[in-house]
């Protein structure tokens, strides 16, 4: 069964960088659309950035487009999100999510992932 564990959250200023990571372990996830989803307090878990199955291209929100990249690890049970350039309004709990399917492109919608991480909280302060 394919689990799902987010690294790398933590608390960062204004303008900085921080680097996700989402870890699977059971399977590879080179056969999985990848999804990164934020939370933040008092509003709906949204999409911020997807990579589409074998190979599949990627998609950003276009609050984070620019700034983050979704990228695979090599050893292909990694996923991971580079975010640059950090706003205050990028605070919020971060969860990675995978769903196995052939479909190369990926699409921010939460009820098409099957797996999902439990989150690594992301605070942006000065």
């Known amino acids: 069964q394919l689990q799902l564990v987010e690294s790398g959250g933590g608390l960062v200023q204004p303008g900085g960088s921080l680097r996700l990571s989402c870890t699977a372990s059971?399977?590879?996830?080179?056969?999985?659309?990848l999804g990164w989803f934020r939370q933040a307090p008092g509003k709906e878990r949204e999409g911020v950035s997807c990579?589409?199955?074998?190979?599949?291209?990627?998609k950003y929100a276009d609050s984070v487009k620019g700034r983050f990249t979704i990228s695979r690890g090599n050893a292909k049970t990694t996923v991971y999100l580079q975010m640059n350039s950090l706003k205050p309004e990028d605070t919020a709990i971060y969860y990675c999510?995978?769903?196995?399917?052939?479909?190369?492109?990926?699409?921010?919608?939460?009820?098409?992932?099957?797996?999902w991480g439990r989150g690594t909280p992301v605070t942006v302060s000065s």
């Open positions: 999510a995978a769903v196995p399917t052939t479909v190369r492109l990926c699409v921010l919608r939460r009820g098409l992932y099957d797996y």
């Open positions: 059971g399977f590879t996830l080179d056969y999985y659309t």
């Open positions: 990579i589409g199955s074998n190979g599949g291209p990627t």
